[in-house]
């Protein structure tokens, strides 16, 4: 059974920056496709980032396009996610998910996703 662990989150100010990371065990990292979701108080769950297997397709939501980046490191195996210039509307709790798929297109779909780290905290606030 594949297990997620995030951790990275934490509060900042409008304008800091944080990194995110999810700890991919119980299965080979690289036969997955992983992506970020994000939920706000009293809003449903999105995706922000993903992943594909092979690291070529990146997709981000246009929240997040040109602030927020995806990696992934096959050695540890952990996908990061990088925020830059946060503000208030990107304050809520982030999950990790998984698909097993090889290459190909990823996707920011909840419903396509199968497993799901216990989430994290991110609190963006002056």
């Known amino acids: 059974q594949l297990q997620l662990v995030e951790s990275g989150g934490g509060s900042v100010q409008p304008g800091e920056s944080l990194k995110l990371s999810c700890e991919v065990s119980?299965?080979?990292?690289?036969?997955?496709?992983i992506a970020w979701f994000r939920q706000a108080p009293g809003k449903e769950r999105e995706g922000i980032a993903c992943?594909?297997?092979?690291?070529?397709?990146?997709n981000y939501a246009d929240s997040v396009k040109g602030r927020f980046a995806i990696s992934r490191d096959y050695d540890k195996p952990t996908v990061y996610l990088e925020m830059n210039s946060l503000a208030p509307e990107d304050t809520g709790d982030y999950y990790c998910?998984?698909?097993?798929?090889?290459?190909?297109?990823?996707?920011?779909?909840?419903?396509?996703?199968?497993?799901w780290g216990q989430g994290i905290q991110v609190t963006v606030s002056s």
């Open positions: 998910a998984a698909y097993q798929r090889y290459g190909g297109l990823c996707v920011l779909t909840r419903s396509t996703y199968d497993y």
């Open positions: 119980g299965g080979k990292m690289s036969y997955y496709t």
């Open positions: 992943i594909s297997t092979n690291s070529v397709s990146r």
